[in-house]
């Protein structure tokens, strides 16, 4: 595909974005003349909370954000916040989070779990006798009740046996705030983005128990999303952000020192604001497993490019509204499918990233569970090297139920084990 190339309509863009490494796209795009190179000049903004960034994306005080991809779907169908009509023609990424305990029920978690690994069964031990003791149920936090950290955790749960709408009590917090949280006691466990995994760990304060990568291989995380009319407007400006985004995450994954030059931009006052061993050992994925500095190595915990890990994937998107029907977050009526073709957009992918010559997948769907290991779609110019999508229960998710209307990669019968 070849698309002729426009100046952007706007030169002047702000962007906001909450403290997270995943934030890394942005960030080195504007450090590293990605956006400069498309014509663009890019203020980035931090913002304390998600409802906080939502807000000014609807208000028209930023022009685009880092944002939950669950928000961006949900906003649009008008089940969250003021509800606005957002597009996304961009991932920002795959996995990034992952679930910690506090250190004293980490040590009950080890007792259930006598001398086998520690999995969300062993909570399941630990729920079972503080019931039966009469003791409050546990609090465990996520960022944001439509968000992935929410489903991710709902599901490492219900997987280990544990009910998340009776055996616990579920809480948000924004990420900025959750190690503070647990250390003081008002939580108990939480899933959210890096760096808050590792810091809790490094500070004593609590153990990383899974990753999100361990609930499913390869999760969508964060999208670039801007209002629809927005995208209408200024579609040549839409599609410059888009690339010199895409050009960034490509940089991100082309070698640990580019982790390791991506974290010390990140750790800046100006960003994050955080350690720079915590943001490094997030982005170059060695996850501390205590205090006192042993790490275990998980190369994909984050991925930016590689995996088609910018494509705007449908099948995410109706993996996602689905969840939100599970969680009761939206009606039962809602036609899915027209939902995730109105919100994700990879025909403007496609449109905006011809000018890169990189290869692109020729469908919007995929089926999600079937690939334990890499994988390749498509063929010649298309063809791309994918991830591994493993469910941790072996669950199969076919967005062909969903009504998709276009071929979908790896489509499989489902089996009896399918959750969906």
Not at 43 to 53: D, G, H, N, V
Not at 201 to 226: D, F
Not at 283 to 300: M, N, V
Not at 386 to 410: C, H, K, N
Request: glycine content about 8%.
């Amino acid at each position: 595909m070849t698309s002729t190339v426009h100046a952007p309509e706007l030169s002047q863009l702000r962007l906001g974005y909450i403290p997270l490494t995943d934030a890394a796209p942005l960030v080195v795009a504007r450090e590293r003349g990605y956006f400069e190179r498309h014509g663009l000049a890019v203020r980035l903004s931090r913002q304390p909370s998600w409802a906080t960034l939502r807000d000014k994306l609807a208000i028209g005080q930023i022009d685009g954000a880092h944002l939950l991809a669950p928000m961006a779907l949900a906003c649009s169908v008008g089940v969250e916040g003021v509800g606005q009509a957002l597009v996304t023609a961009l991932s920002m990424g795959l996995n990034g989070n992952a679930i910690t305990v506090a250190d004293w029920l980490y040590r009950e978690m080890q007792e259930a779990a006598r001398g086998q690994p520690v999995t969300a069964a062993s909570l399941a031990g630990v729920v079972s006798r503080r019931r039966a003791a009469g003791t409050e149920p546990l609090t465990f936090a996520s960022v944001y009740p439509l968000s992935n950290h929410t489903y991710q955790l709902r599901y490492w749960l219900t997987a280990g046996g544990v009910d998340p709408d009776r055996d616990i009590r579920l809480a948000v917090a924004p990420p900025p705030q959750m190690v503070q949280r647990l250390r003081a006691g008002s939580i108990d466990g939480y899933c959210v983005g890096a760096p808050w995994n590792t810091l809790a760990v490094q500070q004593g304060v609590g153990r990383i128990v899974s990753t999100g990568y361990e609930v499913w291989n390869n999760a969508p995380e964060k999208v670039l999303a801007v209002g629809g009319a927005w995208a209408q407007r200024y579609p040549a400006t839409h599609a410059a952000l888009v690339c010199a985004i895409v050009e960034a995450a490509q940089w991100l994954d082309e070698s640990p020192q580019h982790r390791l030059q991506a974290a010390e931009l990140l750790a800046r006052e100006t960003y994050l604001d955080l350690p720079f061993e915590a943001v490094a050992c997030s982005l170059l994925g060695r996850l501390p497993t205590d205090a006192s500095g042993t790490a275990r190595e998980l190369p994909d915990f984050h991925v930016f490019y590689r995996y088609a890990a910018t494509f705007p994937w449908r099948s995410h998107a109706l993996w996602m509204l689905a969840q939100m029907q599970r969680c009761g977050q939206l009606p039962r009526d809602t036609t899915l499918s027209a939902v995730a073709q109105r919100v994700y957009r990879p025909d403007l992918y496609r449109l905006a990233v011809a000018r890169l010559g990189i290869p692109v997948p020729a469908i919007d769907h995929k089926t999600e569970g079937h690939h334990g290991a890499g994988w390749v779609l498509g063929a010649g110019a298309n063809r791309v090297e994918m991830g591994a999508d493993r469910f941790i229960d072996g669950a199969l998710f076919d967005p062909l139920i969903y009504g998709s209307e276009t071929p979908v990669a790896s489509a499989v019968q489902l089996g009896g084990a399918s959750r969906f």
